[in-house]
């Protein structure tokens, strides 16, 4: 039964009539993220209740209170049933990832992307991952191929989970976790792919991808959160900044998903070679 028909049947005569109920979950291990609309939240207990017996692996429910916020991505949840330990583990594509999920941000936006990357990499790559949080991307790509990857993450809370994960995962051979800024920590002339999942502005932190990037070039993967009618004018930017450090760039936009009204989160894969 779906999720919402399942709600209306659980909690028939204590909602009144014409409420909408949501129509989904967000799951990550044993936590179950919902989102409730301003007219829900007085019954959010009872919801949360309800969910717990929907699926099996629910052990905690948590409402979203408020805008996921700040260069660290704070989300702001609150549990309202269950199990009030929210660090669980999540297993996605044969990678276990160690997260609380009300303290950190994992996106299921991005999981097609995260496993479809792994089938683009040849053997021998150098990896760096600049926005790392607790391994999504690092973790995908070193569990399935051979290469070397770097992860980079400013928040502590999210590196010490990636630090966690890296051993669960037993791939201390092959993932080097750097805790800092992305725009000071990074290795230089070094890699042949970096990944950028990261949405607010990253165009900004571009130059600093290309000085990681090896002089002969590579791939770089761009994730922004773009109104659609800059887009254009966003891609001959990205070219001229590839020019100014002294890179030819072929750039292809592939949209993810609806971001907001009128903004989508789109992937630039920006290919590098010598001017
Ligand atoms: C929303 S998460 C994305 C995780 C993963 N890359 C993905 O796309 O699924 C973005 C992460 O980037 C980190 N971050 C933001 N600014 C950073 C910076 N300047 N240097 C390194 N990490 C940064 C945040 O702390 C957060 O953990």
């Known amino acids: 039964m779906r999720y919402r028909d399942f709600l209306k049947t659980q909690l028939k005569n204590r909602l009144p009539e014409d409420i909408q109920l949501p129509s989904g979950f967000h ?14 939240q007085e019954y959010a207990s009872i919801i949360g209740d309800a969910t717990l017996s929907f699926d099996d692996r629910i052990k905690s429910v948590a409402i979203r209170t408020g805008p996921t ?15 009030c330990n929210t660090v669980t583990t999540h ?22 992307e995260r496993i479809n990357i792994v089938k683009q990499i040849k053997s021998g790559e150098i990896v760096v991952d600049m926005f790392s949080c ?3 991307f690092a973790l995908q790509i070193a569990k ?14 999210a590196y010490q989970f990636l630090l966690d994960n ?5 791939l201390e051979n092959r993932v080097t976790a750097l805790l800092g800024d992305c ?18 502005n990253t165009d900004l932190y571009l130059p600093h991808a290309l000085d990681t990037l090896t002089q002969e070039g590579g791939i770089i993967h761009m994730h922004i959160a773009i109104q659609r009618d800059i887009l ?17 760039s072929q750039i292809q936009v592939r949209k993810i998903k609806n971001y907001s009204p009128g903004v989508d989160h789109v992937v630039f894969d920006i290919n590098l070679g010598l001017l």
């Open 183 to 200: 725009r000071k920590v990074h290795p230089i002339n070094y890699a042949n792919r970096i990944i950028m999942g990261y949405l607010h």
């Open 232 to 248: 254009e004018d966003t891609t001959s930017r990205i070219g001229e900044i590839c020019s100014r450090k002294g890179f030819e």
């Open 144 to 157: 399935s191929t051979d290469a070397l990857v770097t992860a980079i993450e400013i928040n502590d809370d």
């Open 166 to 170: 890296i051993r669960i995962n037993k």
């Open 91 to 112: 297993i996605e594509n044969g990678v276990q990832f160690r997260l609380d999920p009300i303290r950190i941000t994992f996106s299921g936006g991005n999981k097609r």
């Open 27 to 40: 799951i990550v291990g044993h936590v179950a993220l919902v989102h409730l609309n301003s007219s829900l």
């Open 69 to 83: 916020s700040g260069e660290k991505r704070h989300p702001d949840f609150e549990v309202v049933a269950g199990d």
């Open 134 to 136: 607790v391994g999504q």
